[in-house]
């Protein structure tokens, strides 16, 4: 440090003036980082556009390169917590209702660059050991652990029909949703 001081001069910082108008600030701005949690738990890119971030919520989180690479870790973090702890919305693993796909959303569009996460909630009382993973038919993972994250790597591009399959202790439970990869 003292090198640094000894080469370049001190310089002043000009505080940004405060906010005019606080309630017009999107609620992740504000500090509430689950506004509305029937939504879940999602990092910052899902909230706002980083490239506007007082104009809202961009049309398309998906399309940010480092959305996945932010989304992904924030899933695990909330499948780490019991259930009351996220206000509203599903959570990762077990205290579902139902057997739902929650990474990758429905109809959402990917970069087919970054890894896609995949994340998945089920009931706790069905004995889930194991969820496949598939991508137009061809098996891309699978997890025997819970929580069964996973995330792939994919030179498949347009819309894609990606199937899960929970291995109960009833029988097989599939799930299917659409998305679109660029």
């Given amino acids: ?5 000894e080469k370049y001069p001190p310089a002043t910082f000009t505080p940004p003036a ?7 600030l999107p609620p992740v701005l504000r500090g509430e980082w689950n506004s509305n949690p029937s939504e879940g738990t999602h990092e910052i ?6 490239n506007n971030p007082r104009g809202g919520r961009a049309a398309n989180p ?3 390169l480092q959305f996945a690479n932010w989304e992904y870790p ?10 009351y702890a996220l206000p509203g919305g599903l959570s990762p693993g077990g205290g579902s209702d139902d057997f739902v796909v929650l990474m990758p959303f429905p109809n959402i569009s990917l970069s087919g660059t ?3 996460p995949v994340s998945v909630a089920y009931p706790d009382n069905t004995g889930v050991s194991r969820v496949s993973y598939f991508l137009n038919g061809q098996e891309v993972g699978s997890s025997v652990t819970p929580p069964f994250y996973h995330s792939f790597s994919t030179t498949a591009r347009g819309t894609v029909t990606f199937q899960v399959i929970f291995e109960t202790a009833s ?3 599939e ?3 659409r998305f679109t990869i660029q």
């Fill in 62 to 64: 998906a399309s940010d």
């Fill in 74 to 83: 924030v899933a695990v973090w909330a499948g780490e917590r019991p259930i």
């Fill in 171 to 173: 029988g097989l439970v």
């Fill in 1 to 5: 440090m003292d090198y640094a001081f």
């Fill in 175 to 177: 799930r299917t949703i």
């Fill in 114 to 116: 970054a890894a896609i």
């Fill in 45 to 50: 890119l899902y909230w706002l556009d980083k």
């Fill in 18 to 24: 405060p906010e005019s108008d606080i309630a017009a």
